[in-house]
Each structure stands twice: as structure tokens, then as C-alpha cells.
């Protein structure tokens, strides 16, 4: 699977948004770059993911970079909610068309939220 | 509606003995998957299922570690003759299908402790 590379940590104040990094340099022309965050004792949570085309949803925006290298998740006002470990996933489709299935999990971002 | 559940929440067990986890995933998903985090690290995957099948078992640790799953419903992790290594929270997560574009959306976890 292709990788990614995220900062180890980042920290915020409460109500100012937030750009959280990923770097994707060997990403392939079928990977969906996925974005999932963990908070405290909780499982996963699923974020926003994308293809080619920046995208928005009620949690955060994805801006993909032209090139598909790098892409930037960014929430628009963080609040301590927000506190997290976000991770960048690159999720790829096999020749069926089919997905690997499973999601490979780095180290990701640990996000510090201050009030 | 109800998310993916997973029982019991936590679980002590002595070195030696067998454990079974459980994981009723969100209705209609065809897709299951079991992960493994240990205290502190990130997530590793176990095994994958889409329906009764399991077309990836890579991330299984050792032979001491099943799945099995019912339909298109309930799974169970079994993990057999349980070593101190095993401790970790068991994440189990479902989607509607495996493509690359759909996420997943994780339960709460299976605490393991092996004493």
C-alpha cells in the first residue's frame, strides 16, 4: 500500500481552524484518501475522504493538491471536541474494482485543542 | 439507527485460557472488519469479511487467533490459549461494502486483559 506522513502533533486554539498535513508522494491514480480520527478511549471515527476533487462535509474540508502528493484536512473551528489522533489513509482498489478492504493505520496527527 | 456493537466491553482472562469477542455490525453492511490496538499504539488489522467470507486473514497474529461470521451479521474473534501479548482493545468495524469509497464506522471496542 502507499504511504502517508503526518506530523507527529499539532495544537490549536479553540475556535481557530485547523490544517492537518498528509503527504501521499507514492499515491496511484485509484487510491481514495480517507481521513479518520480517534479520540480518547473511542474507536475510529470516520472524517471525509476523496479522490481528485476537494470536498466538504458537515465535520471538515479535504483540499487534495493538483497533483494528488499531498492533501490537507481542515477544520474551520476547532473546538475541544476536536482533540484527537487524525489519521490519513490511503484506501485502494484492486483490479476488480474491489477495495483491499482493510484500512492501514499509521501513527497519525495528535491533535491539542487549547481553550 | 444503531451503530456496530461489540461485547463485553472489557475482559480479563488468565494466560491459557480461550476468549471469544463479539461484533453486531450496523444492518445491511456487508462488510466486517476486526483490528487490534495495543496500549499506545495505532491500529493493526486482523482479518476482513464480505458476507461469510473472509478473502483476507493476513493480519491474523498465529494460528491461536479465528473468525468466523454469521451471514451477513453477528462475527466472532476467538482467540485461543492466550498469551500476555494478546492485551490490547479489539476494534470491530463494518461498511456497507468494500469499495475503496465507502467508509467504515468502527464500535467501541473489546478491552483484553490477559493476566
Keep these: 500500500d502507499a504511504k502517508t506522513t503526518q506530523p507527529n ?3 490549536s486554539n479553540e475556535e481557530e481552524p485547523v490544517h492537518l498535513p498528509c503527504n501521499h508522494s507514492t499515491i496511484s491514480g485509484t487510491d481514495y484518501i480517507h481521513w479518520y480520527r480517534q479520540l480518547p478511549s473511542q474507536g475510529p471515527e ?3 475522504h476523496g479522490l481528485t476533487s476537494n470536498v466538504n462535509n458537515r465535520m471538515a474540508s479535504l483540499a487534495i ?4 502528493k499531498s ?7 476547532a473546538t475541544l471536541r476536536d ?6 489513509i490511503l484506501r485502494t482498489y484492486n483490479a476488480g474494482g474491489t477495495s483491499y478492504g482493510k484500512l492501514t493505520f499509521g501513527q497519525g496527527t495528535i491533535l491539542t485543542v487549547h481553550p | 439507527g444503531a451503530g456496530v456493537s461489540q461485547s463485553p466491553s472489557n475482559k480479563v482472562t488468565e494466560k491459557g485460557k480461550d476468549v471469544e469477542l463479539r461484533c453486531d455490525p450496523i444492518s445491511g453492511h456487508t462488510a466486517l472488519y476486526w483490528y487490534r490496538q495495543r496500549l499506545g499504539q495505532g491500529l493493526e488489522f486482523l482479518i476482513y469479511f464480505q458476507g461469510n467470507s473472509a478473502p483476507d486473514k493476513s493480519g491474523l497474529p498465529s494460528d491461536r487467533f479465528s473468525a468466523e461470521r454469521t451471514g451477513e451479521s453477528v462475527s466472532t474473534l476467538t482467540i485461543q490459549r492466550t498469551q500476555q ?7 470491530c468495524a463494518s461498511s456497507f461494502g468494500l ?3 465507502y467508509e467504515q ?3 467501541p471496542g473489546t478491552r483484553l486483559t490477559v493476566t
Design chain 2, 99 to 101: 469499495a475503496a469509497s
Design chain 1, 9 to 11: 502533533s499539532m495544537e
Design chain 1, 65 to 68: 493538491a493538483e497533483d494528488r
Design chain 1, 71 to 77: 492533501s490537507t484536512l481542515i477544520l474551520h473551528r
Design chain 1, 46 to 48: 470516520y472524517v471525509i
Design chain 2, 105 to 107: 464506522y468502527f464500535g
Design chain 1, 83 to 88: 482533540a484527537a489522533v487524525y489519521y490519513c
Design chain 2, 85 to 91: 501479548e494478546d492485551s490490547a482493545v479489539y476494534l
